[in-house]
T-cell receptor, first 113, second 106 residues
């Protein structure tokens, strides 16, 4: 079974620039999550999709972050404009249904200078 | 109060020791509980699910206490390879704690 694919692996941008991350979940997985993990902290849920609908985006800073999951398969997370405090690893995860164990991608390490 | 809280650690134990971590959660309606392991600069990986009756997988035992709203992870006969950060994940929206760092020393 192919795992969760994420790209890019690393990204360095200057503050106020824009950046986008891409995630392709495990085939057939209906639920997709984006997390932000700052060094030394646990993963913080940004947004959860069930198929192509948003289940929870209560912790997504909507003034600068946006995410979509067109056609209920792959997903993109965008930051515009980036701030220094957005430097983190952005993890995508998927599961076959809500409440099931998550499978994580390798993550995208973002550095904002 | 945070939704999911873990023992802050770090835990530094000798090989062969038994170590236990706790994780408390605030949403009493939570139905799903998991322990994940995260190695340095890697993604979290599922260690084990936590069932109501408690469950064991080799040297690892997980327990759930619904009345007190916490889950626990017990590691027996610690190995050097157990050194990692252990994350608890709770609920359908899978909220995580800050993680507990374990270092097993020779």
């Amino acid at each position: 079974e192919a795992g969760v694919a994420q790209s890019p692996r690393y990204k360095i941008i200057e503050k106020r620039q824009s950046v986008a991350f891409w995630c392709n979940p495990i085939s057939g997985h209906a639920t997709l999550y984006w997390y932000q993990q700052i060094l030394g902290q646990g993963p913080k849920l940004l947004i959860q999709f069930q198929n192509n609908g948003v289940v929870d985006d209560s912790q997504l800073p909507k003034d600068r972050f946006s995410a979509e999951r067109l056609k209920g398969v792959d997903s993109t997370l965008k930051i515009q404009p980036a701030k220094l405090e957005d430097s983190a690893v952005y993890l995508c995860a998927s599961s076959d249904r809500r409440g099931s164990p998550l499978h994580f991608g390798n993550g995208t390490r973002l550095t904002v200078t | 109060r945070k939704e999911v809280e873990q023992d802050p650690g770090p835990f530094n134990v000798p090989e062969g020791a038994t170590v236990a971590f706790n994780c408390t959660y605030s949403n009493s309606a939570s139905q799903s509980f998991f322990w994940y392991r995260q190695d340095c600069r890697k993604e979290p990986k599922l260690l084990m699910s936590v069932y109501s009756s408690g469950n064991e997988d080799g040297r690892f035992t997980a327990q759930l206490n619904r009345a007190s709203q916490y889950i626990s992870l017990l590691i027996r006969d610690s190995k050097l390879s157990d050194s990692a950060t252990y994350l608890c994940g709770v609920g359908n929206d899978m909220r995580f704690g800050a993680g507990t760092r374990l270092t097993v020393k020779p």
